[in-house]
């Protein structure tokens, strides 16, 4: 189970592994917290969208499944609402009734429902930063967290159907600085322009620290996959834009894997870990 904010968040943070896994058999549920209904377009070849929050939510519930068809993955809505990126100085109050100011356990119960009914063994979300600082990318953290603990305590949330504990939690690492730093230096290399070399000044000025990297996902077979799930979100994903400024054979060459932070084992593991269910097969081997 991948949980994530927006539509389009599950395309461009773990999407070739959420890919490759479901080509291999696996069940892979994402879960979409928010509609995404306070999203700008951002990509300037597609105009504008019609009709305010509900009109951006229709669109982007299509975007979603065509993305979720793209991955070969099933999808699901939590059916919050979206809180936007405040901007200025000092910031806006967030608007009523956004995701972000749901309370906790009211926000949480119906992903306890839909772990419980699920059944995964796995769930991948954000850290407590949330990757950046969008209020609901922290707010995905906090109940994707309060979930993980919670769904297997029969104690606790006991109208949202019978416990089930998940046995792994991981934290997305699609924008580490390793792999900006890899990809940026090769493409200096070769003459290339990079789109990182701002990105990498500033995260370095501000001294922003990394966490620790424990999985390396070898899952370049489904860049493409990726890719078509990137397009698939037209408003918010330009195709001549950053996230296809790479080439993909430098990509390829230069960092071939997704990357994620084991924060939570209910099972014996090694690390560094190349899957997701590591000690989670062995278990099953043993048994």
């Known amino acids: 189970m991948a949980v994530h904010a927006h539509p389009d968040d599950e395309s461009s ?105 699920f059944k995964p063994h796995v769930i991948t979300t954000y850290d407590p930063s949330g990757g950046y600082p969008h209020p609901d990318h922290v707010m995905c953290h906090r109940v994707s967290a309060e979930a993980f603990e919670a769904a297997g305590d029969p104690e606790r949330y006991a109208d949202r159907g019978e416990p089930w504990a998940p046995l792994k939690l991981y934290y997305n690492h699609g924008f580490s600085l390793a792999r900006m730093r890899a990809v940026h230096d ?53 195709p001549d834009g950053f996230f296809f400024a790479v080439p993909r054979e430098v990509e390829l060459a230069q960092w071939p894997t997704e990357e994620y932070e084991l924060a939570t084992s209910r099972v014996p593991v090694t690390l560094p870990e190349s899957d997701l269910f590591a000690g989670i097969r062995a278990q099953d081997e043993a048994r």
């Not at 943070?13 to 069940?27: E, P």
């Not at 979409?32 to 700008?40: F, P, V």
């Not at 000025?205 to 370049?220: D, K, N």
């Open 13 to 117: 943070k773990g999407a070739a592994t959420t890919a490759m896994y479901a080509a291999d058999g696996v069940d892979v549920l994402v879960v979409t917290c928010t509609g995404g209904e306070r999203g700008d377009v951002l990509n300037p070849q597609y105009g504008t969208v019609e009709g305010g929050l509900e009109g951006m939510r229709a669109v982007r519930r299509r975007e979603m499944a065509a993305a979720a068809d793209a991955l070969g993955v099933r999808q699901h809505w939590l059916g919050f609402v979206d809180s936007g990126l405040p901007e200025g100085d000092p910031l806006p109050p967030l608007p009523d009734g956004c995701f972000a100011l749901v309370p906790l356990e009211d926000a949480t119960a119906p992903l306890v429902e839909v772990i419980r009914d």
């Open 186 to 238: 090769a493409l200096v290399a070769a003459g290339r322009e990079s789109p990182f070399g701002d990105w990498i000044d500033s995260r370095e000025a501000r001294e922003v620290p990394e966490r620790e990297v424990t999985t390396h996902i070898p899952c370049s077979a489904f860049f493409p996959a990726r890719d078509a799930a990137l397009r698939a979100h037209a408003t918010q994903i330009d």
